[in-house]
């Protein structure tokens, strides 16, 4: 089964770092488009990053400049390197990838993630303080 796992998420202050990992799992990211989406409490799913398999990436305006993605496909990993965190990026981040080969349309925000034709990973909370 198609399944991406997400670590890396924890406490910090503002200014913070923290980088996530999602590992695959049944499927290789070098065939998958792969999505990082984050909920905040009483907010929207809303995209953040993607790695598409051509290389190209995506960045919301709200985490342009601060965070990055990047895969090691050695390793068949991805990576969001976030840098000067605030506190509004405080939410669950999810990894959500298309599969092998799979050509996937999916939405730069939902209602619920989870939601659509990706494969979503169990999430990981990322909390920044003030």
């Known amino acids: 089964d198609v399944q991406p796992l997400e670590s890396g998420g924890g406490s910090v202050q503002t200014g913070g770092t923290l980088r996530l990992s999602c590992a695959a799992s049944?499927?290789?990211?070098?065939?998958?488009?792969m999505v990082w989406y984050r909920q905040a409490p009483g907010d929207d799913c809303r995209l953040v990053a993607s790695l598409d398999t051509d290389g190209s990436t995506y960045y919301s305006d709200s985490v342009k400049g601060r965070f990055t993605v990047s895969g090691d496909y050695a390793r068949d990993m991805v990576y969001l390197q976030m840098d000067n965190l605030k506190p509004e990026d405080t939410a669950v981040y999810f990894c959500?990838?298309?599969?092998?080969?799979?050509?996937?349309?999916?939405?730069?925000?939902?209602?619920?993630?989870?939601?659509?034709?990706?494969?979503w990973g169990q999430g990981t909370q990322v909390t920044v303080s003030s």
């Open positions: 959500a990838v298309s599969g092998d080969g799979r050509i996937v349309d999916y939405s730069t925000s939902y209602r619920q993630c989870g939601s659509g034709s990706l494969t």
């Open positions: 049944g499927f290789t990211f070098r065939k998958s488009d």
